[in-house]
């Protein structure tokens, strides 16, 4: 039988969860349910008719299929709005795409970027203090003094000033001297960032956008 966790509260969203497996360990860490009643399946087999006539919303948790998501949503006759777990549509796109405009869209956007922007930091640590030396050097016990490099007094470059670009930029306990950034929404020239958005004080403008390999229909 399918996983189901429920909690209901009186002129509440029913919301449907269709999950990957029944087994998706984020059952077992997941925080205070909102208020409202959650359903959570693998297919729409596995809720119940009546849950399925009074839903307002579905969660997609990937990698449950795009196909099981489109015959979930057509036996949901009043959901309004859809929301991705992930922080990324590409797999869902073109089931977003087929959506009315009176159905709202959601996504998880920037609920990875810390453990992202962690990777960036480990990479570059990783390639700077030359690790792969390091590990050979262990594998032939070989006593090899080098010169260890380091990330202060070096500039990071951005390519993509989004909200992962940010935490690197912002949070990095190790920030390089200076931060190079560029951010090219759709429709936009390459820019310093968004107006509004805060930037560290020691974020360098980019060079002019002809100095970059895109055209400007890229």
């Known amino acids: 039988s399918p996983r189901q966790n429920r909690m209901s509260t009186d002129n509440a969203l029913t919301v449907v969860v269709l999950l990957p ?19 959570f399946g693998t297919s729409v087999e596995d809720f119940d008719p009546t849950i399925l006539k009074q839903a307002g919303g579905v969660l ?5 299929s795009e ?7 057509a ?21 977003v795409r087929s959506l009315s405009e009176n ?9 990875f970027s810390s453990s992202l922007a962690e990777f960036a930091m480990t990479a570059m640590l990783h390639f700077n203090k ?3 030396r390091c590990q050979q050097n262990r594998k032939t016990r070989t006593w090899d003094k080098f010169v260890m490099n380091t990330v202060r007094g070096k500039t990071l470059g951005l390519l993509g000033y989004g909200s992962i670009g940010k935490v690197d930029a912002l949070n990095s306990p190790i920030l390089p001297t200076s931060t190079d950034c560029l951010q090219r929404p759709w429709g936009i020239h390459p820019r ?6 805060s930037v560290p004080q020691n974020m360098c403008v980019m060079p002019h956008k002809n100095q970059w390999p895109w055209h400007e229909d890229s």
């Open 21 to 39: 497996s029944a087994e998706w360990p984020g059952l077992e860490a997941k925080p205070p349910l909102p208020a409202g009643q959650m359903h």
């Open 60 to 64: 997609w948790v990937p990698p449950a």
């Open 67 to 73: 196909e099981t998501l489109k015959t979930l949503h």
């Open 75 to 95: 036996a949901l006759p009043c959901c309004r709005w859809v929301h991705s777990f992930s922080a990324g549509l590409d797999s869902i796109a073109g089931f």
């Open 103 to 111: 159905t709202h869209v959601s996504n998880g956007r920037g609920a």
């Open 130 to 132: 030359q690790i792969p």
């Open 192 to 197: 310093r960032c968004h107006s509004g958005d």
